[in-house]
């Protein structure tokens, strides 16, 4: 067989890709007839496909590149780390610089007491990790009973068996038996959608309050943690209310219900702080983290474990979990050297400072655009519903999500990467963007967002449900 390269027609590409290759969170046969987008070279905030666009990538691949594309930095830092010492294990014993000093950087840049790191390859397999983590560690403290772990519905914590329990995704359930058992969801603070007559202030407190009736009705002995992300990524990029957060830390103080803030989205840098517990004042025991960490050039992850919880496991004898990439050196080598980046290009400070405020006015404005209700941006990560009818916060006749893909499908034609999930429609731009890439941005969703609302109404399908 020949080589595969980038030189090869388009279509011999995604023959071969549909022939060999199963996709992720994709229906095959549609793609197969179809064909996928083959995505050649990226630096910065662009991407190239096979055909020679120029894509700006208004997702940051998921939610990972916040350095951008193509940093000469990182692939400098991963080929020396592989000459050295490629691979060892963090078991039995054993460490590696890379490893200690990743763990040392992300305890001095975590909030609070947050001082410990436990590696994985990935969110999911940090999100397992906790599952097993908070069920031993009250174990150790003579509760073994508390084991009953409360997410929420349309909460995202990874593919995994135990990821995908903790999530509230009911396609995802459906499929293979999930949740698995000692997982319970509440509702999520999602006003637009879910909020009804009520203010947003009140409904965030209910949806806080269902945390607390939760608890009560499966008994406090058995809880054993709230699990949820700061704000919700793959669900929509739902900011939920203000009164929401404050309620939710006081009902896990008050039962003493370990709070584990998945920052796989929202830390390092992408709601403006180094994490979005900082954004949303709340103070986790435990964070999940991932994507970011590594600005996706390498796949690793972990969770952050603060010092009263890593004590009591570390007193309790041997932790019987790992990876054997757990602390994988050259993946730790190269999210240290992002996490200097990070640091000394003071990109946090350009994602507060100029990039938000930036794209906030800029976002803002395609509120008034006649398919759009409400436009949020935290940081750099945001979110347009699609409404038929903004006054009445109105869901489309057409069946969830029809609209939505529409529109992805006029993003991608007119080379923006901007993804829908239902009808809404979500950006987490790297957070390196510039200013003028911000007005390329805008100008593509808008344009994207035009021949949508033409083709629907076209079509009929602009009607409320
Ligand atoms: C992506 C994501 C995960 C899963 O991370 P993987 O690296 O895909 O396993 C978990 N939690 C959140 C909030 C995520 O966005």
């Given at each position: ?6 030189h090869m ?6 023959a071969?890709d ?5 996709h992720p969170?994709t ?7 179809k064909?996928?987008r ?15 666009h120029?894509?700006?990538d208004g997702m ?6 916040n ?8 692939a400098?830092?991963?080929a020396?780390?592989?000459?050295e010492?490629?691979?060892?294990n ?5 460490t590696h610089?890379?490893a200690i000093a ?6 001095e840049?975590?909030p609070?007491d947050?001082?410990h ?12 990790t906790?599952?097993r983590l ?6 150790a ?5 508390k084991t009953?772990?409360i ?11 135990g990821g995908a329990?903790?999530?509230?995704m ?9 949740p698995?058992?000692g997982?319970a969801?509440?509702?999520q ?8 007559e009520m203010t947003p202030?009140d409904?965030?407190l209910?949806?806080?309050r269902e945390?607390e009736a939760?608890?009560l ?17 793959a669900?929509?990029?739902?900011v939920?209310p203000?009164t929401y957060?404050?309620?939710v ?5 008050k039962?003493?219900?370990?709070l584990?803030?998945d920052?796989?989205i929202t830390g390092?840098?992408r709601?403006g702080?180094?994490?979005g ?5 709340i103070?986790p025991h435990?964070m ?6 590594s600005?996706?050039?390498?796949p690793?992850g972990g ?6 919880v890593a ?5 309790a004898?041997?932790?019987a979990h790992?990876?054997?990439?757990s602390?994988h ?9 992002n996490?200097?980046?990070l640091q000394?290009?003071?990109v946090i400070?350009h994602v ?10 800029r ?12 436009a949020k941006?935290v940081?750099?990560?945001g ?5 038929p009818?903004k ?8 069946e969830?999500?029809?609209v ?6 006029r993003?991608?034609a007119?080379d923006l ?5 239902g009808d ?8 390196v963007?510039r ?12 344009k ?5 609302y033409a083709?629907?109404?076209a079509?009929?399908?602009?009607r409320?449900?």
């Open positions: 067989m020949t080589a595969i390269t980038n027609p388009t279509a011999e590409l995604q071969l549909a022939a060999h290759h199963l969170f229906d095959t046969a549609a793609l197969a007839r064909g996928a083959v995505i050649t070279q990226g630096e910065g905030v662009w991407l190239t496909d096979s055909e020679g120029r894509i700006l940051a691949g998921l939610w990972c590149v350095l951008g594309y193509g940093r000469e930095e990182l400098e830092t991963a020396r780390q592989m000459r010492l490629c691979y060892y963090t078991f039995f014993q054993t610089v890379p990743l763990a040392a950087k992300i305890a840049l975590a609070g947050l001082n790191v436990f590696y994985a390859g990935s969110g999911s397999e940090a999100n397992d906790n599952i908070v069920r031993h560690y009250w174990a403290r003579g509760k073994p009973d009953v772990i997410g929420r519905r349309n909460g995202y914590h990874g593919s995994t068996m329990s903790l999530g509230g009911s396609a995802m359930h459906r499929q293979g038996g999930l698995i058992p997982i969801h509440i509702g603070p999602d006003w637009w959608s879910e909020g009804g202030g409904f965030g209910m949806r806080a945390l939760k608890i009705e499966l008994g406090e002995d058995r809880v054993a943690a709230f699990i949820a992300e700061p704000v919700q990524g669900g929509g990029v739902i939920a203000e957060w404050p309620e830390q006081r009902i896990c103080d039962y003493e219900i370990l584990i803030a920052e796989v390092f840098g709601t702080n180094w994490f517990s900082q954004t949303m004042g103070r435990i999940t983290i991932a994507k970011g960490l600005s996706g050039y390498v690793i969770s952050i474990v603060c010092d009263e004590a009591t496991v570390a007193a004898g041997e932790f790992g990876y054997t990439y602390g050196p050259v993946a730790a080598a190269v999210a240290l050297e996490l200097r980046i000394e290009d003071g400070d507060r400072d100029v990039a938000h405020p930036y794209l906030a006015e976002w803002q404005a395609l509120a008034d655009h006649p398919l759009v209700g409400e941006l940081g750099l990560m979110s347009i519903a699609l409404t009818d006054a009445k916060r109105a869901r489309f006749a057409s969830a999500g029809t939505g893909l529409r529109a992805r499908e993003c991608f007119n990467v901007m993804r829908h999930v809404r429609m979500i950006i987490a731009p790297p957070l963007i200013p003028e890439e911000i007005d390329v941005l805008i100008d593509r969703a808008r994207s967002l035009d021949e949508t083709a629907i109404k079509d009929g399908l602009l409320a449900a």
